[in-house]
DNA sequence: CTGAAAGCGCTTACAG
DNA sequence: CTGAAAGCGCTTACAG
């Protein structure tokens, strides 16, 4: 292959040649310094202009000891709410002239550390979690106090957290399945865990139904939707569903989930809301779709990812001094077409009120 | 706010003290190289665990004159394909010890210009362009010949391209619309565009139309989906799709838009594909779900992606020299439920044997 | 096998 | 208002 290299920028001493100033006035009209002669600095535009330089940021970076990155960990692009919030940091953060690098956990064995880990060689100015499994908190080690970590839409022991009280919305996604008459109301996790509870949405749903006197049950689904883990245990999918025990509504922990359910449920002849109710997660992507009608926890994504982008920022600027905050936005309850009200019911439920009331 | 900074992380410089040896040894066993006695390299090595020492890739990229991040521009994440081929593109580049930084180009006046200047001020070895908007013509200017571009799925006049033949695809796709009978058969496009065709999908549809006798005719949606732009003139969607010329089917150039007017179409009591045939291009998100069916033009995401970091590493280590290269992957047609044969077709259709051998 | 020196392209006091 | 000098944290010949 031939290989004509690429060409070699020209650098701030190019630039001063050409106008014939020195390095130092040049790098001050670059900055926008006061104090340089209107002619002065016309002489060096122009020499820039001839020369079509532009700065070198690796070496700004390099003297003045930090960068204009901010690394984000996003968990899973391919989900639409991950990506969504993704998009908005990156224009939120383009206007304050911060530039985004960016990780993703890889699903196969070692998860994000090795990514954090380069991203935290090239300096990144803090980091944004869009998502923390377990290693998030193995991270926690590899960051130290280097530099501020904000939790967008999760939260881990550590580092400032903007999200919606998302336990707070588990509860009234419960609530309102069993205003409607459900009981067996069971929810769909990401993963298998051995944790007790994997997150605050589970930790929510386990609240709400023990506060209710009801069972809780995680399950889990594997990619090709044939097999569910319960409690550890494998079985087809099918015998969860149309079995004895079968839920007559899913809480699932996002609408990724909520969307798998319900189009495994349809093929098992399981219409959706009419023999199973399905609650999701999020708002994202086709959750409000013509043919979806995904009732769903809306999260506010807009502001969450303005707040997340200022809360770090303003980290960056004010150092490691004060506690982790936690910033809690508003959810809503977005009732549309994938629950129903259950007829079945029975028994009468004893501790209701309270738990509407909480 | 009390501004405890976050701590300075240790250099070369401490390593070597602490090693008691020299930055020039400690930098041989950072960077593995031969030659250093094993004895050494242990002290080295206990220095770097005890201080925590990572290195300072910024200086090291100052140093070698090349980065090892790769510049992605993203015309919107929140499109599952782009987010998709991202997230795939993230993984290859990790697999290569890349990091990848991105933009998406705002959607409110500048294009990505802007996002890109800042790329190349970061000095990015490379650039990706999951989109290009009109901007990404003029951005070839501001690149030049500084860092090599490849596009993927989508194609400018310069840079290497790794995608499908989409005029191709289009083809096929119009081609399997006309045999089931269709003929009044619109393109739904991103946005109106000044020029006549405003990409291969398009121009691929143009061709297929044209070739079988029959009349193009693109049209626009605006984000709310109450109207609709053809030709430059506005008018209420429902007249559109309602009207007496309305068409029987739409290709989409994207699953996104073909979603998008599916729902239009359904909330308008025109049942998708009874009363309107809607097919899509991508075959991303959730297209396949059960309760969309959308038939789409398949791309092959993890080939693309694979293929489109192979292209640019090599650029990147290979140089300028070579011409342009166009890498085009396989389709395939899938046909689900949103496509169904047209019935009160009446005319006959004299050059259609022709366009099915084409 | 190890270390002293120069240099990557900037910014930042500081002298003039 | 301008410029000479030092230095950011590395790598890279090169001498020993």
Redesign the interface.
Known sequence: ?????????PTIHDVARVAKLSKSTVSNVIRNAVGVHPATRERVQAAIVEL?Y??????R??VQ?R?S?LGIV?G???D?FQ??I??LI??FT?AL?Y??????A?SDGNPEA??I???????VAGLLFLSCRAAAEQARHLI?????SVFVCCSAGWGDVVSIDERAGALTAISHLIVEGHRAIWHLADAPSDSRYACDRELGYADAMLAAGLQPRTLCISRDGETATIGGVAMPIADVLLGDERPTAVFAVNDMRA?QI??IA??LGLGVPDKLSVLGFDDA??AG????ELSTIAQPKEQLAQLAVDTLVRRIA?????EPARHLLGFQLMLRRSTATHHQATERLESFPALLSA
């Open positions: 292959m031939a290989t004509q290299p690429y060409v070699r920028p079509d532009q700065t070198n940021i690796v070496a970076q390099l000891q960068t990155i996003i899973d692009l391919a639409p990506a969504e993704a998009k990156g224009g383009a002239s530039q985004v690098m960016f990780c993703n890889p090795e990514g880990r380069r991203m935290l060689e090239h300096r130290g106090s280097r530099v501020p969307l319900m189009q349809e093929r992507g086709s779709h013509g043919r979806m004010g150092g490691a001094g004060t």
